[in-house]
């Protein structure tokens, strides 16, 4: 199957601070990629789809100005956690949809704790 | 809004077979998927309905009806290793397709 590669697999970062995450699909390309977040014991929240050479759709109540999404190429979106907080502090993860009606495919995901 | 229903738990024993159902409330709706999550991990894709029955792949399969809107995963000759959490996912085509989640069965199996 296709390949999805995320990076870094944990990160800790000071308060204030912003941290990227970087989103790869290594073996197709993908016009599209999703954003999720999970907290434990909870299921993925969308937080945005990616759209490559334009700008990121944002689901509601996600604050575009602290979640800056980038999808420069075909095979790499970014997120970058502006100004973090501790609230911030969760697993995010990243995903493409090679073509409509297949798997999604899924990067490894980003525990981010922020201290 | 969208969402997915999900049982929240099932506990069954290993060999016995389980299934865990999904409703759901969509616009857009294309097609049914289910994964499976193990702690710390990222969900691994099981099985996709796009159509209307029964899909199966070894030991899972799925089953979607539109027009109930409703669709379950069932689990044959449980292993301990198939204790992980499991989420059926809508993919939904609004002007551009997306993939949302119900919030997850927790399966526990037991020897």
């Known amino acids: 199957g296709a390949v999805v590669s995320q990076h870094p697999s944990r990160v800790i970062c000071k308060s204030g601070t912003s941290v990227k995450i970087e989103c790869r699909s290594l073996?197709?390309?993908?016009?599209?990629m999703f954003w999720y977040r999970q907290f434990p014991k909870q299921s993925l929240m969308l937080m945005a789809t990616s759209n490559e050479g334009s700008k990121a759709t944002y689901e509601q109540g996600v604050e575009k100005d602290k979640f800056l999404i980038n999808h420069a190429s075909l095979t790499l979106s970014t997120l970058t956690v502006t100004s973090a907080h501790p609230e911030d502090s969760s697993f995010y993860i990243c995903?493409?949809?090679?073509?409509?009606?297949?798997?999604?495919?899924f990067g490894q995901g980003t525990r981010l704790t922020v201290v | 809004g969208q969402s997915l229903e999900q049982p929240s738990e099932v506990t069954a024993v290993e060999g016995a077979i389980v299934q865990i159902n999904c409703t759901y409330q969509?616009?857009?709706?294309?097609?049914l998927s289910w994964y499976q999550q193990h702690d710390g991990g990222a969900p691994t894709f099981l099985s996709y309905?796009?159509?209307?029955g029964l899909e199966e792949t070894g030991r899972f399969s799925s089953f979607l009806s539109r027009s109930d809107s409703y669709g379950y995963l069932l689990l044959q000759e449980l292993q301990m290793k198939d204790s992980a959490s499991y989420f059926c996912?809508?993919?939904?085509?609004?002007?551009?397709?997306?993939?949302?989640f119900g919030a997850g069965t927790r399966l526990f199996v037991k020897a």
């Open positions: 995903s493409a949809l090679p073509t409509a009606n297949t798997e999604a495919f």
């Open positions: 969509t616009s857009g709706f294309y097609g």
């Open positions: 073996d197709f390309q993908a016009t599209t």
């Open positions: 309905n796009g159509l209307d």
């Open positions: 996912a809508a993919i939904l085509n609004t002007g551009g397709f997306k993939t949302i």
